[in-house]
């Protein structure tokens, strides 16, 4: 199995940045598509960014211009910037161990998550 571990969350105000970090371990993480989402306390898992092998990248539109995804799998980086209130979240990293045509942001095409990094923006 991969085990994937997030780091870099924290407490900011509106208009600053983060850096989340996503470190992977265990069985050598194939060449697929790997992912940030986040959850707010009683949501859905939202997808945020994901980039695939081909580093063709997919953002949702509410962090358009603001999130970009690193080009590294390893670790796997999402540089926030110019972050809102309605950006707190638990932020999680996930990887997909084969080629899928599920959507990028969608939680089925990823098969390992890690444990979350919280995000919170005042």
């Known amino acids: 199995d991969v085990q994937l571990v997030e780091s870099g969350g924290g407490s900011v105000q509106a208009g600053a940045s983060l850096r989340l970090s996503c470190k992977a371990s265990?069985?050598?993480?194939?060449?697929?598509?790997m992912g940030w989402f986040r959850r707010v306390p009683g949501g859905q898992r939202e997808g945020v960014a994901a980039i695939d092998s081909d580093r063709t990248t997919t953002y949702a539109d509410s962090v358009k211009g603001r999130f970009t995804i690193g080009n590294a799998k390893n670790p796997l980086t999402l540089q926030m910037n110019d972050l809102k209130p309605e950006d707190t979240a638990m932020y999680y990293c996930?990887?997909?161990?084969?080629?899928?045509?599920?959507?990028?942001?969608?939680?089925?095409?990823?098969?390992?998550w890690g444990q979350g990094t919280q995000v919170t923006v005042s």
């Open positions: 265990g069985n050598t993480i194939e060449n697929h598509a």
């Open positions: 996930a990887a997909a161990k084969t080629a899928s045509s599920l959507p990028y942001l969608g939680e089925k095409r990823y098969d390992y």
